[in-house]
């Protein structure tokens, strides 16, 4: 394939913690990877998406915001210490982690605004890629808990926390379907 962009969008895949290196993202590299979010497209240039960068010492708050969120929230007979560990423990064994914030306008429909907002993340996700940085977005549940930790307004909702780190894995094969399986012509 030599499409450059086809390429990436083809083997971009999830790269977790077990995966990064020690090796820092440079701020140069975090603002090209934004400015790829920043073009994404958004119906009426609203631009709903935001983002909370989180490096160094901004990972152990996070951890710890987030292992505090858990014990706070978990029921007695489903809390687990060992998985409280680990939501503090992403964050923390990331180079960097992001925030993904929905900033809804009011101007259009919310999915439209979450709809801009995914497109931000993929072109965040391709970039990085781009870049021989890996990563993933987490959704736990969580982040439904965050806005008062992210200073959040009450039109900003957090979908998620992207996790990067530079890593030394390999391309991988995607696993898809054929899209032969998910096309309907109508001729």
Sequence with gaps: MENEVLKAIQYRRTVTQ??????????????????????????????????????????QRLG??????????????????????????????????????????GELPEWEELAATSCAVQNLWLAAHSLGIGGYWATPGLINHLSAFLK???????????????HETEPREPVRSAIEEKIRWEE
């Design 18 to 59: 077990n995966n990064f290196t020690e090796q820092d993202i440079s701020r140069d590299e975090l603002i090209t990877i934004l400015e790829a979010a920043n073009a994404a497209p958004t119906h009426k240039r609203t631009q709903p998406w935001r983002f909370v960068v989180f490096q160094k010492d901004g990972l």
């Design 64 to 105: 710890t915001a987030l292992r505090a969120i858990y014990k706070d929230i978990t029921p007695a007979e489903k809390y687990s210490e060992a998985t409280e560990l680990n939501m503090g423990k992403k964050a923390t064994t990331a180079n960097v982690a992001i925030a993904i914030v929905v900033n809804y306008t």
């Design 152 to 166: 959040l307004d009450e039109n900003q909702k957090c979908i998620g926390l992207f996790y990067l780190g530079h």
